[in-house]
């Protein structure tokens, strides 16, 4: 049973369309992420939530618009998309501030823009 | 968060132990080191963390220096499944919601036969 899920897997479009990534946990946790790895494949972090509260944004563009619906969900919209948002993009979660415990890992959503 | 440093990469045969060095001579005295690995097109996996005692687990062991400068996490026998990139990160015990991961380049650990 999958800790953290993400869908799609791989994702191509096209620029200038609005694309949606899905992300759910069933860890129990209240604290998700989101993750963005670059082709030279720098993880970066660009928004966590916290039961359902937007905490850390990482001066992201606001193309960028998570949403979650309840505390198990992490959506990420993206609109107008650019050449410059293909990556692969991370869903996270944890318990609470990470305190003396760790993050689990989706498999990652590898999106193309052409 | 204190900065870590890491060789970009190494090498081990498989069946040996490999030892992955780690910098963090400006950690203090509140911060954890976590290792974190991330198989190629896989999300980042969990390895193991510690304070400031040594810490095994069924993954790997974790040796922290006297003076919490440095660090080795140690794979007691490599596998070709263990090649990977490896991440060592500091970061503040608790820190609140606010906390984060911030990885760095990691050191990408070749396991040859």
């Known amino acids: 049973d999958t800790a953290v899920s993400q869908t799609p897997k791989y994702l191509v479009t096209q620029m200038g369309n609005d694309k949606s990534i899905k992300c759910e946990q069933n860890?129990?946790?209240?604290?998700m992420y989101w993750y963005k790895q670059d082709s030279k494949k720098f993880l970066k972090i660009m928004f966590s939530?916290?039961?359902?509260?937007?905490?850390i944004n990482e001066t992201v563009p606001n193309r960028f618009s998570p949403k979650s619906p309840d505390k198990a969900h992490l959506n990420l919209h993206i609109n107008s998309l650019e050449l410059g948002d293909s990556a692969v993009y991370f869903c996270?979660?944890?318990?609470?501030?990470?305190?003396?415990?760790?993050?689990?890992f989706g498999q990652g959503t590898r999106l193309t823009v052409v | 968060d204190a900065k870590t440093t890491q060789p970009p990469s190494m090498d081990c045969a498989e069946g040996r132990a490999a030892n992955l060095p780690c910098n963090h001579s400006?950690?203090?005295?509140?911060?954890?080191v976590y290792w974190y690995r991330q198989i190629h097109s896989q999300g980042p996996q969990y390895i193991i963390h510690g304070l400031k005692n040594n810490e095994t687990n069924e993954m790997a062991s974790l040796i922290i220096t006297e003076d919490r400068k440095s660090s080795t996490l140690i794979l007691p026998h490599a596998t070709l499944r263990d090649t990977a990139v490896y991440y060592c990160i500091v970061r503040v015990a608790g820190g609140g919601t606010a906390s984060k991961l911030t990885f760095g380049t990691g050191t990408r650990l070749q396991v040859t036969l």
């Open positions: 860890l129990g946790h209240d604290t």
């Open positions: 996270a979660s944890s318990q609470a501030g990470l305190t003396n415990t760790e993050a689990f």
């Open positions: 939530y916290n039961n359902k509260e937007l905490i």
């Open positions: 400006t950690i203090s005295g509140n911060e954890y």
